[in-house]
Structures are given as C-alpha cells and as structure tokens.
C-alpha cells in the first residue's frame, strides 16, 4: 500500500485533470490539508480540504477549514471517487 504522501501526490494529479485551474498543497494545518485553486485572473482560492487522518476530501467553508459535520466527498485512497469536479469539492444538494 502507497504511503499517503504517494496517495495524495497520485490523487493532486487525477484532480488536476478534473480541474478548472492548477492546483497545489498546502500542508500546514495541523488536521487538514487545503487543497489550493489558482485561478486565472490572479486570485487563489480553496479548492477542498484533506483530512490528513483518512485521506477524506471536504467542502471547504473558507480559508482555514472544512465545513464542519459536512458529508465526505471522496477519499484519496480510492481511484474513480476523487470527489471533486471543476470548481472543488462534490457540492451535495
């Protein structure tokens, strides 16, 4: 089994594919990992969250974190569920 630096590496490019715009990690949360958008005009934004603990992708509520009790959206461990699209992560309706 892929260590999660490997994980997340292989999980960032599959992303990457889906994405509007480049994306790139930022890993200095204690708990999660922001998953960053760089937007053409300039601006970055939060793409999603890692939760550093499972590899679970979350919504992001703004800058510094998740939404809090916010359903999973996918998992880095698990190819074909990265559950992001173009904009971020999987808006659940």
């Not at 715009?21 to 969250?49: A, E």
Request: hydrophobic share 40%; aromatic share 10%.
């Amino acid at each position: 089994m892929a260590d999660f630096d490997t994980a997340l590496a292989a999980w960032l490019d599959r992303a990457g594919k889906i994405a509007a715009n480049p994306l790139s990690i930022d890993p200095r949360g204690k708990k999660y990992i922001r998953i960053v958008d760089h937007m053409s005009n300039g601006q970055d934004t939060v793409f999603c969250f890692i939760d550093k603990a499972t590899g679970n992708v979350l919504f992001a509520a703004g800058w510094k974190a998740p939404t809090k009790h916010s359903p999973v959206r996918g998992n880095i461990w698990t190819v074909g569920e990265e559950g992001v699209d173009k904009y971020g992560a999987h808006y659940i309706k």
